[in-house]
Nanobody
Framework: QVQLVESGGGLVQAGGSLRLSCAAS????????MGWFRQAPGKEREFVAR???????YYADSVKGRFTISRDNAKNTVYLQMNSLKPEETAVYYC???????????????WGQGTQVTVSS
């Protein structure tokens, strides 16, 4: 069992930056693939980025070059550094844990409650 708690969301102007954190409980954090997803009002949840236990990362095309996912296994924490944010990226951002290196939400077994990111124009 893994419990996930996101933090770091807020209001930022277009072009600005935010760093999201996701703190995980459980002794097996390092073995999980950790992912970030986002969901805007009226839209489906979409994949943003994932990181494997060894640090291999994968990004959605829409965020490549602007977002960076990282993890600190000693702190049971995964991060999402978001730069050059756009208004259309306003959404609730969720972290999730999976035993598979996947980019689809149903492959993730554990989810946080989400943190709101609002990008103003």
């Amino acid at each position: 069992q893994v419990q996930l708690v996101e933090s770091g969301g807020g209001l930022v102007q277009a072009g600005g930056s935010l760093r999201l954190s996701c703190a995980a409980s459980g002794r097996t954090f390092s073995s999980y693939v950790m992912g970030w997803f986002r969901q805007a009002p009226g839209k489906e949840r979409e994949f943003v980025a994932r990181i494997r236990s060894g640090g291999i990362t994968y990004y959605a095309d829409s965020v490549k070059g602007r977002f960076t996912i990282s993890r600190d296994n000693a702190k049971n924490t995964v991060y999402l550094q978001m730069n050059s944010l756009k208004p259309e990226e306003t959404a609730v951002y969720y972290c999730a844990a999976s035993n598979r290196a996947a980019s689809i939400s149903w492959a993730y077994d554990y989810w946080g409650q989400g943190t709101q990111v609002t990008v103003s124009s």
